[in-house]
């Protein structure tokens, strides 16, 4: 096929758009192998060691892979045209393996998403092995199945020639169904029910007991604000699941065009090539825009570290242990005990402690922070929870997940 003058600047367009997401990915990647390597960037190091840090790398391959095939079209507008081969296989198979692997990348985050805020549930490490094995696997057997096992001499290549670039051709069009859109039309579907029942979640109209789900009548002012203890014991998994969740809500939203365009052209319509290209570059700058998210978000899941401080006017919740608890929330509130809203306090086990460099002081066990009901009035303000925890003479400071020591020894 060849190319007419406007369109070879369409996709000119294209291939800026993946060269964006290309550098954007290469550097992220780039940054986070010097911080884990150097020990630098407290933040990034301890992302990676987590089992979404995993699961983002993976998304954001699949993302590096969809550039280089869009990058690769730089062939098609030196030559002005497209033509089968071996080049064309590679980008049809780069460009298959690169869109499913991105929409099952989104799934499983908006899965993990989902179980952490509903049901506090953490993934194990075997299962995070067994989930990065099968997905990969998956993505690569559902790209070589189509050559290998679905391609028939009467249909012809299973990749070749499709329009301005190269993949699964138009005889296979049950196989692009099946083997492709129905993967993004799926992801798509399950962020935007995920994304739905976080949003009421954060709201308070969803509640989980056990693995149940309650729905709840929140008047409008008390929306969007937990009780203290629950705020507590949930502020850091809210800001977690909230901060997750705009991976594939933003791949929704990229592929959204794309998806249109492909709608009207399967029900015979002429799609102008113009929203074809403007949907195809929306599609090339995921990588750009999954970078952004993790700059912006990049201190999701901070390491809880504490520091040792003076402190007073503490509540004994623990023999030997002293805790005093503020929490803030997007707006002031009093919660008394003359309105029958109780307030509550973090009783703590008798607590572990591992010398780590610096002085810094890491809590063993802080997967479970049990909540305990006190009569006494709290004020919630601000938007952000700092508890401080007092050891005979030495007190602690736990204060959005990341502390030092306050005075050095």
Same mark, same amino acid.
């Given at each position: ?15 800026? +758009? ?168 799926? #992801? ?42 629950? +705020?507590?014991?949930? #502020? ?13 809500? #933003? ?95 973090? +009783? ?25 009901? $006190?009569?006494? $009035? ?20 736990? $204060? ?10």
């Amino acid at each position: 096929m060849w190319y007419l003058p406007y369109e070879s600047h369409g996709i000119t367009a294209t291939i800026v +758009a993946s060269f964006v997401s290309f550098i954007s990915v290469t550097s992220l990647f780039s940054l986070l192998a010097w911080a884990a390597i150097t020990g630098r960037g407290p933040t990034e190091r301890p992302f990676l060691k987590t089992h979404i840090g995993a699961y983002f790398l993976s998304l954001m391959t699949a993302d590096l892979s969809q550039s280089i095939g869009g990058i690769m079209n730089i062939r098609w507008i030196d030559a002005r045209h497209v033509s089968v081969g071996r080049f064309c296989t590679a980008q049809a198979a780069i460009k298959q393996f690169s869109n499913v692997g991105a929409a099952l990348w989104s799934i499983i985050i908006a899965i993990h998403t989902f179980r952490l805020l509903f049901f506090n549930s953490h993934t194990s490490d075997v299962t995070c092995f067994v989930t990065l094995v099968v997905i990969w696997g998956g993505i690569i057997t559902i790209v070589a199945v189509g050559p290998t096992v679905i391609q028939t001499a009467s249909k012809g290549e299973y990749f070749g020639i499709t329009g301005y670039w190269c993949w699964i051709t138009r005889e296979y069009s049950v196989e692009r169904l099946c083997l492709e859109y129905l993967f993004m039309f799926v #992801s798509a579907g399950i962020s935007l029910i995920v994304y739905t029942l976080v949003f009421f979640r954060l709201r308070g109209n969803l509640i989980a007991e056990g693995y149940r789900i309650k729905v709840l009548s929140v008047n409008s002012s008390r929306a969007w604000n937990l009780e203290a203890g629950r +705020a507590v014991m949930e #502020s850091n998994t809210m800001s977690v699941a909230w901060q997750l969740m705009w991976y594939p809500v #933003s791949y929704t939203f990229t592929i959204l065009p794309i998806t249109v365009s492909r709608w009207v052209e399967f029900s015979g319509t002429t799609v102008p090539f113009e929203v074809k290209m403007f949907a195809s570059v929306v599609f090339m700058l995921s990588g750009f825009v999954n970078t952004l998210l993790f700059i912006a978000t990049r201190r999701v899941i901070p390491p809880i570290k504490l520091r040792r401080k003076s402190t007073s006017g503490t509540s004994n919740v623990h023999p030997g242990i002293s805790i005093k608890i503020s929490v803030h929330a997007t707006r002031t509130q009093q919660i008394s005990s003359a309105n029958g809203d109780p307030s509550y306090v973090i +009783a703590l086990p008798s607590p572990k402690f591992s010398h780590i460099e610096d002085q810094a002081y890491e809590l063993d066990d802080r997967s479970r922070l049990p909540s305990v009901p $006190e009569k006494a $009035e709290s004020r919630l303000s601000g938007e952000s929870t700092g508890i401080s925890v007092a050891t005979g003479k030495d007190g602690y400071d736990l $204060e959005d997940g990341l502390c030092r020591d306050a005075i050095p020894r």
